[in-house]
């Protein structure tokens, strides 16, 4: 009787395939030199959000990377369309409804 060669199961991966996935998971580290009362001041504001220290660093690194990276974008427009935007922000902003009802709507407090 021939046996008869098949690929993995579903939902397997073949091992070659599999290193090539833990490669591409794997997180490179990031090692860093602080003050000692830096180092308090982190372990503080981690403890109160409920983060660990690891999560609540790299949460405030990817936010200030993606601002410093925003504020630094670039949006290149030709005259006309700069006339337009220039345009856009002068002009007065234009009366809704919805807006004008909730200004006279007094605030829950009062």
């Not at 999560?55 to 369309?81: E, G, H, M, P, S």
């Not at 902003?93 to 006279?104: D, G, I, N, T, V």
Request: no cysteine; hydrophobic share 35%.
């Amino acid at each position: 009787m021939r046996s008869r060669l098949t690929g993995p199961a579903k939902g397997q991966l073949t091992r070659s395939r599999q290193a090539t996935r833990r490669t591409k998971d794997r997180r490179k580290p990031l090692s860093m030199r602080i003050l000692p009362e830096t180092r308090q001041l982190i372990d503080e504001a981690a403890e109160l959000t409920g983060k660990t220290v690891t999560d609540f660093v790299l949460d405030a690194a990817r936010n200030a990377a993606q601002n410093t990276l925003l504020d630094r974008t670039v949006i290149r427009l030709n005259d006309k369309a700069y006339a337009a935007f220039v345009a856009l922000l002068d002009a007065p902003p234009k009366p809704k409804e919805r807006l004008r009802k909730s200004l006279q709507t007094p605030a829950v407090w009062e």
